[in-house]
């Protein structure tokens, strides 16, 4: 056999070979690697899919009706202002765990809220214990826009409406007089009008229907005509519990000693203002006050007053270093001026500061720690009139000022 054509033969047969096996590679290959990936023309990737979509269509879960035993119910949480709130196991009322309630200042609070609507509820009930001050302790609902639709006192929801202290108490207290009508209901606050301290349990939304007398506000001071009486005498001093002293708007305490300052009211006031409504013949005199300062920015002595238009006032700034004059006259107040800025004591700057408003005449003068730091005469200022207490602040809500004698003196 011819040698050259076996070479060719087998070297036909090697490739042949060779061809196969790449083919059947490939076709392995193509086989185990899946099918044709195909990019999309953008560079964004792929968003990832929710699991569990939301469907807007299905209803949503109620709120718990249960808002605390023990510990606050799942979805509903809390928001304090001024106030200290935490579990406790010192008293409970059932379970381990109550919340105590403590204030150190005026309309202090905190608010229970739960993100999911609560099914419909016809009264709200909770257990209290009462420690100190809760003839001041309000419970109020607010609606969807976070303002209040109605408050009252839980002193109204004891049996004959009278407040047990240092006691356990079970309350029923109807939504509608918390002006909870359908789904108007956003959340629910414990609110405090003095500082006061209490314990909390089993609070919670209830269908039972309860059946209690509507509490009625008292009709607010403002509304009622002041009069301006003469039956007082000088030298002047208050008594004990302040009789005939009126409160027109704010805080004013008739206790000793006295608070006063701005109060969160149904009119909104940045101040207070208390007047002595028997002193109405007073012509000059002396009115003098000693008073530890809260937060409030002013503390004013009003003399010479005769109605909410006409009266002459020294006001008081900065821990008393600072007075300033004011002529109110038909209803126009007139800053008349300021006294240079005073020293402020080393110590104790804020108690027991003492300031004064003189009257004699037509002068009229400012005192700051016996002595007189502004003085004017003023032809247009009223001949008589009766004595009162004002604050100012910036701040709708503060530590108020105490005050710790008042007494007034002829001249």
Request: proline fraction near 6%; aromatic fraction near 12%; charged fraction near 15%.
């Amino acid at each position: 056999m011819n040698i050259g054509k076996l070479f060719w033969v087998g070297y036909a047969i090697a490739a042949l070979f060779i061809l196969f096996s790449v083919y059947g590679i490939v076709g392995f290959l193509e086989y185990t690697s899946g099918p044709e990936i195909v990019l999309a023309d953008t560079d964004t990737p792929a968003q990832a899919n929710d699991p569990f979509p939301f469907d807007e269509a299905s209803p949503k879960v109620a709120a718990n009706p249960i808002i605390f035993t023990d510990d606050l119910s799942y979805g509903w949480q809390t928001a304090v202002w001024d106030s200290d709130v935490r579990a406790s196991t010192d008293t409970v009322f059932s379970g381990t765990r109550s919340l105590h309630f403590r204030t150190q200042v005026p309309w202090a609070g905190v608010v229970f809220e739960s993100r999911s609507k609560p099914a419909p509820f016809k009264s709200i009930q909770l257990s209290v214990n009462a420690v100190q001050n809760g003839d001041g302790l309000y419970l109020e609902a607010k609606g969807k826009d976070g303002r209040s639709i109605g408050r009252a006192p839980l002193s109204w929801y004891y049996p004959a409406h009278a407040l047990v202290k240092g006691a356990w108490v079970s309350l029923s207290i109807p939504a509608s007089q918390l002006g909870i009508q359908g789904d108007n209901f956003s959340s629910l606050s414990l609110v405090s009008a003095m500082p006061s301290e209490a314990y909390l349990d089993q609070i919670m939304l209830s269908t039972a229907q309860v059946d209690w007398p509507v509490y009625i506000a008292p009709v607010l001071t403002y509304d009622v005509p002041l009069v301006i009486t003469n039956k007082g005498t000088l030298p002047y001093t208050p008594d004990a519990t302040y009789s005939n002293w009126r409160r027109l708007y704010g805080m004013f305490t008739t206790t000793t000693p006295v608070k006063t300052g701005s109060e969160l009211t149904e009119l909104g006031s940045q101040g207070s203002l208390a007047l002595y409504t028997d002193g109405g013949q007073f012509t000059n005199y002396k009115f003098e006050s000693t008073i530890n300062w809260g937060t409030g920015d002013v503390f004013t002595l009003v003399a010479r007053f005769k109605d909410e238009s006409n009266y002459i006032s020294c006001a008081f700034a900065d821990a008393s270093t600072v007075a300033a004059l004011y002529l109110v006259t038909k209803g126009e107040s007139i800053r008349l001026g300021e006294s240079p800025q005073l020293q402020r004591p080393q110590m104790d700057a804020f108690i027991n500061r003492k300031n004064a408003i003189e009257v004699i005449g037509n002068t009229v003068g400012c005192y700051v720690d016996g002595e007189r730091v502004l003085s004017m005469t003023l032809p247009q200022m009223e001949s008589t009139g009766t004595i009162g207490v004002a604050t100012w602040s910036k701040l709708p809500k503060t530590i108020p000022h105490t005050i710790l004698n008042l007494s007034v003196e002829a001249k």
